[in-house]
C-alpha cells in the first residue's frame, strides 16, 4: 500500500494524501470488523482517521529525507502496524502493558 503510493514519486503532497487515503480505508475496515455493526460507529470512524493521519504526516516526513523508497515503505508499515496493533487490542479490550510492549519494540527496531 505504502510503497504504491510512495514509489511513483509524485509531489510530497499527493504521496501523503494517498498514502493517508491507503491507511484510512484499511483501518476503517480492520476497525469494524472487530464489532460488526450495520452501521459505522463514530468511534471508529475518528480512530480510523488518526491513524491515517498520523501515516499521512509521517509519509510527508519522510518524503523530505533521503532514503530510498524500501526503507521508506518499511518505516511507514511499520507506524501503521503499530498503531492499528494498539488499537486493535483497545477495541477488543485486551490492551495490557505487555501487548503495547511489544508494538513498540517493533517501531522501535524498524526506525
Known sequence: MVLVAISFRLNFI?????AGLFAFL???????SV???TGLNRKILILSLGVALITMEVTLLLSFIPI??????LTIAAIYYSLSGIIYN???ERL???VVREYATVAIVIL
Open 26 to 32: 484499511l483501518s476503517l475496515q480492520l476497525f469494524w
Open 14 to 18: 499527493v504521496s501523503g494524501v494517498l
Open 68 to 73: 530510498t523508497l524500501n526503507v521508506a515503505a
Open 90 to 92: 483497545y477495541l477488543t
Open 96 to 98: 495490557y502493558k505487555s
Open 35 to 37: 464489532q460488526l455493526d
